[in-house]
């Protein structure tokens, strides 16, 4: 029989002033297998410690009950305390008699005999608990990145740039993600590009980094330190090794299609990069467009006209495979669509565009080369809505949150058409502008007292098209007029939504999101770049709506988490986690079904089930799934969890005749 | 002091807390964004100004009618009573906030110190003595079924046909009940009426305010469904209907209710209303608000034009479905008269007369009362019938 000791602490008077302490001490020290009891103010403390550390060594304790606070506090404490004194830390047990206990009771007299009987069943535990050492794990100091805008640029470099290798994988053509779209970004309005292109070809030439563009991650399995991946290459019908990227198949390409990155502002051709500073420069032929693929071999013109033979109909979608361990997340956003707007015209309305349609317009480098025509009759409008608000902070209909940079970019927006049309007008209508960044406001300001921008407060409830023009209804909630204002285009500030595909790439992963599809973190607060899961680490507007210096920051953060991870070549992981009983294992495989983590294998020869310590996370789920009673949790086996119910089933009896 | 004009407001908790116990309670989600006062139909009344989005905040405040000037007063009192509770706010309110609620709020309170629109006090003391907001005799109400052989409804039938007092009592309505039970002896549906027993199902006078005397004549009408066996009824006019299914259970209700457009778009899909002649005719469709916003019951009405033979089917640009508008005699607006160029019902023609159609089809009876009676006073070739009408005339 294992000699036990059990420490009972006070916790100043947070435990001690609902549980007599001494009638504990006195119970506790008659319960068979205790062999020593005491109390303490303060069991954390030093010399709480060493009264602990003293005691297994005097009194040979092989096996250890604190009963204190929350085992989520100070479990690790006392297992390095026991650990110091020579004791397995696993022989360690946790009491809480604080939150369970003393915290939620008033009553002394009930508080007290509840506080025994918690003790009483963690003995019981403690019982028959058994020497363990955590399982060691190594670290594959590589990282993969899922998503190639600012967030997945700048943790890819930060990664790369201390030595470590990265695969980063974009699914478009191209990196560069909305960034690339820009024109100019607020507060500072310097050039997107600009700031963007030189970090973008820094990842393109960086030796230690892998860049998969046009791929997606196609599997994973493992866990933290150890991922397998298995990632798919879609085929680009270009041989990339041939291509110079000289453009001359885009040129005589006959077709033509709405440019993504353009938002349908301008066109692009069948074969295509989609914009000049592209990373990679390669083109890609869009299969669902190609007139050879939807005509069965006919055309083939840019096979023709390019000279180094790099054009390849043959070419198959490849599947690549690799090993890391961490994974960053930085998958980014998409605006929700118009077409949820039915009141503006449903997206249906050519002149009612989105912000991200207008970021093209006002771009330099945009299918308008910088001048703002409206789409419809190439006109230059002359007055322009700007509408803050929509789909966002509206729990009835759309999105509750707010998307947080729709404000900042709508200031910047009038502003900018302001300097593109000096003698347009622009008609800003919202709820309030919102500002919350470093020289935000002063740049709202700036905006005022410099663009002659008019700004109504109120929520139109209508566009309406009557001929070539768009006429906003709304009132202004501060002067209660009504208001009729004809303008020849309207910009939407849509709410950020995350990128399609996030959902099911959080399936795949295993990671959380939140009812939106934003990925979530482990803590709002003190956790906010790591996901739940081990290993998985998040960047950028893919967490959240936010603007391109929080994006940065964000991915920089995540990227010091990874490097924290690769800092030592083993991780430990608890060895509180699954077992398989050989003899009692029927190989029946439901444990395998039922595993989430992919930590359960047949072992074919002898058909029967084993756990694979390193992914198995301890959840239990096998356990209870098991019909034989073969698999058992280490250190909660099924008769440790019986003991422990019966205890606390015969000392809550005991407690009623108990006086305390 | 007595006669400077205070200006200065102060919250009233008191009146506050009576107004959300009475169905306000969503005035504090409001955040003023005035998104509901461009939606609403008084917008596009060109000349008048309707403050929706000031209703919940005012209400917060305990000050919904709060001026001690009898004039203002009168004012205020016009206002709350302005709202057809179409339910155009609603629809768009980013919050949800049901301003038709919080103004029924305050009209109840109007109603308990009697201080509303006299028109509207008496159909309320007309509904209370003979079930009808018309004053019409109760052994009258029947007289629209005289020699069409429409059996009472007993035990043993399976749908209580159910006209209300519009198509009971008032000549051009009740064309569409004979209409009705046309098409349902025709489709050997077994129904009958209540026929004298029937009385009004309350709607106009709850969003009137009269909130006592709505709840006596829905127990009266509960328990005159309860003796009489009925387990389904079927309703002409989308103001019973919503009352019915919405509203009824909450004092007891027990049977299904179905709407002539839903019930007849049914028959038409299982093949067993079939039409046979041909409507050669341009046709705009107005939703009702009660049948669309209230019940989301947009595409059955749609489906029965649809499948008529020769009927070229319009819809009302920019103003159908959700975002139709409203015709202007909804919560008592059937009754109120305002001056000429402020009537909702005329932006509403003005739209469905652009389509360029022979004929508006409306699914309701005060719908299509509205439009007679302002069609009377034009000269307009434009016809309005209810979709049974429609049907009625292609079997
Ligand atoms: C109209 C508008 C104007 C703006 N103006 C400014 C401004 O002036 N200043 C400012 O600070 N911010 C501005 N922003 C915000 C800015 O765009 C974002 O903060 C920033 O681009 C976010 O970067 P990201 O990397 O998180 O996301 P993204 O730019 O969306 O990048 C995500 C990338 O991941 C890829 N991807 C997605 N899913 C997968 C997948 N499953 N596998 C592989 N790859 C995937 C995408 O193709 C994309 O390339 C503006 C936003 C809008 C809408
Ligand atoms: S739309 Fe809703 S939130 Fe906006 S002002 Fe009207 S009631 Fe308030
Ligand atoms: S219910 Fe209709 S009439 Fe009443 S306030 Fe709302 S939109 Fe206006």
């Given at each position: ?132 050492s955590p399982v060691k794990v190594k670290v594959n ?79 994973i399995s493992g866990s933290v330190g150890n991922f397998k ?94 090993e890391v361990g961490a ?206 899961v081990p290993g ?29 991870l690769?800092?030592?070549d083993e991780i430990s992981h608890s060895p509180i986690i699954a077992s ?15 595993c989430?983590y992919d930590a359960r294998e ?8 084993s756990v694979n310590e390193i992914l198995c996370e301890g959840c ?14 280490k ?26 | ?395």
């Open positions: 029989m294992k000699k036990i000791g059990v420490f009972v602490c006070h916790c100043g008077r947070n435990i001690s002033a609902t549980v007599n302490i001494n009638k504990v001490v006195e119970e506790i020290k008659k319960y068979p297998g205790v062999v020593f009891c005491t109390d303490y103010q303060y069991m954390c403390s030093d010399p709480g410690q060493d009264l602990i550390k003293k005691n297994i060594k005097d009194k040979k304790l092989d096996g250890i009950v604190i009963a204190a606070c929350s085992p989520s506090l100070h479990e690790l404490t006392f297992r390095n305390t026991a650990e110091k004194a020579g004791l397995n830390p696993y022989l360690t047990e946790i009491a809480n008699i604080r939150e369970q206990c003393s915290w939620v009771h008033s009553d002394i007299k009930e508080a007290t005999p509840k506080a025994i009987s918690i003790i009483e069943s963690i003995i019981e535990k403690a019982k028959l608990n058994e020497s363990l100091p590589k990282a993969l990145v899922i998503g190639g805008g600012i967030a997945g640029i700048q943790a890819s470099l930060d990664i790369a740039n201390s030595g470590h290798k990265v695969i980063l994988i974009e699914k478009s053509p191209s990196i560069g993600g909305h960034m690339a779209q820009l024109s100019e970004t607020f507060p500072t309005l310097d050039c997107s590009q600009c700031i963007l292109t030189p970090k973008m070809v820094e990842v393109f030439q960086h030796e230690n980094i892998n860049l998969y563009v046009y791929s997606e991650l196609e599997e991946i298995k990632i798919r290459r879609k085929a680009s019908y270009v041989d990339n090794s041939k291509c110079t990227g000289c453009g001359v198949c885009s040129e005589k390409c006959p077709v033509s299609v709405d440019s993504e990155f353009d938002e349908g502002m301008g066109k692009r051709k069948a074969i295509y990069t989609p914009f000049p500073q592209a990373v990679p420069n390669k083109p890609v032929i869009d299969k669902e467009n190609c007139t050879y693929f939807l005509k069965d071999g006919k055309c083939g013109v840019c096979q023709v006209v390019c000279t180094l033979n790099a054009i390849d109909f043959k070419q198959k979608d490849e599947i690549i495979e690799e994974v960053v997340v930085a998958t980014g956003y998409e605006l929700y669509p118009m077409k949820n707007m039915l009141e503006y015209g449903a997206g249906e309305y050519p002149d009612v565009i989105n912000g991200l349609q207008f970021e093209r317009l006002l771009s330099a480098s945009g299918p308008t080369q910088g001048e703002i025509h409206r789409p419809s009759d190439n006109k230059i409008p002359k007055r322009i809505a700007f509408i803050s608000c929509v789909g966002s902070r509206d729990p009835e209909h759309h999105l509750p949150y707010c998307s947080k940079i729709c404000c900042m970019y709508m200031v910047k927006h009038a502003l900018l058409y302001k300097e593109h049309v000096p003698d347009g007008e622009a008609i800003v209508f919202s709820i309030d502008i919102r500002t919350s960044g470093k020289d935000y406001e002063e740049f709202l300001t700036r905006a005022k007292e410099e663009g002659n921008i008019l700004y109504i407060r109120g929520k139109p409830a209508r566009i309406i098209k009557q001929g070539n023009d768009l006429v906003v209804w709304c009132i202004n909630t501060l002067t209660g007029k009504q208001l009729r204002v004809k303008c020849d285009m309207v910009v939407l500030s849509m709410s950020m939504v995350p990128s399609s595909g996030a959902l099911d790439l959080a399936k795949a992963l295993r990671i959380h999101t939140n009812d939106f599809g934003f990925f979530t973190e482990a803590h709002p607060k003190l956790r906010p770049v790591e996901s739940l998985f680490y998040l960047a950028g507007t893919a967490q959240g709506p936010k603007d391109i210096p929080d994006t940065v920051s964000q991915a920089s953060g995540a990227a010091a988490k990874v490097l924290t690769f800092s030592s398989v009983d050989e003899d009692l294992c029927s190989g029946c495989g439901i444990c395998i079904t039922t989430p047949m072992d074919e020869r002898k058909k029967i089930v239990g789920a096998c356990i209870s799934a098991c019909p034989s009673g073969a698999s058992q949790q250190n909660l086996t099924d008769i440790q969890i019986d003991n422990m119910i019966s205890v606390l089933l015969r000392s809550n009896a005991k407690a009623l005749e108990r006086e305390c | 002091m007595k006669d400077k004009k205070n200006l200065t407001t102060e919250i009233n908790p008191e009146i506050r807390d009576i107004l959300i116990e009475m169905g306000a309670e969503d005035i504090y989600k409001c955040y003023q964004c005035g998104k509901c006062t461009s939606a609403c139909p008084w917008f596009q009344v060109e000349i008048y100004d309707y403050p929706v989005f000031k209703f919940s905040l005012e209400t917060a405040l305990g000050a919904v009618a709060s001026s001690e000037d009898k004039k203002e007063l009168d004012k205020e009192i016009e206002l709350i009573y302005r709202c057809v509770g179409c339910e155009a706010c609603l629809e768009q309110c980013p919050h949800g906030i049901s301003t038709p609620n919080i103004l029924r709020a305050a009209r109840r309170l109007l109603v308990d110190f009697d201080s509303y629109p006299e028109t509207l006090k008496s159909i309320v003391q007309k509904t209370h003595n003979v079930g009808n907001p018309f004053g019409e005799h109760r052994e009258n109400r029947a007289d629209w079924a005289k020699g069409l052989n429409v059996p009472d409804f007993q035990q043993g039938i399976e749908y209580l046909y159910f006209p209300c007092c519009l198509p009971a009592y008032e000549t051009r309505n009740q064309k569409v009940a004979q209409a009705t039970v046309g098409i349902l002896q025709k489709c050997e549906v077994s129904f009958g009426i209540l026929g004298v027993k029937e009385t009004c199902c309350g709607e106009v006078i709850r969003r009137i305010g009269a909130e006592n005397i709505f709840e006596e004549v829905t127990k009266a009408n509960i328990k005159e469904f309860k003796d009489s066996g009925v387990k389904k009824v079927l309703v002409t006019s989308p103001h019973c209907f919503t009352t019915f299914k919405n509203e009824y259970p909450d004092f007891g209700a027990d049977f299904e209710v179905l709407h002539t457009t839903q019930y007849f778009s049914h028959l038409i899909d299982t093949g067993k209303l079939k039409l046979n002649k041909s409507f050669d005719k341009k046709v705009v469709y107005h939703d009702p608000c009660t049948l669309g916003r209230k019940n989301n019951i947009y595409e059955e009405p749609r489906n029965i034009l649809k499948n008529i033979p020769g009927l070229e089917f319009l819809e009302v640009e920019n103003f159908n479905r959700n975002l139709s508008l409203c015709c202007g005699a909804g919560s008592g607006g059937l009754w109120l008269e305002w001056e000429k160029d402020e009537r909702i019902v005329n932006v509403r023609l003005k739209q469905l007369m652009d389509t360029g159609a022979d004929i508006i089809a409306v699914a309701c009876p005060y719908c299509l009362q509205m439009f007679e009676e302002t069609l009377k006073s034009m000269d307009v070739d434009i016809i309005v019938m209810d979709i049974s009408e429609i049907i009625f005339e292609c079997l």
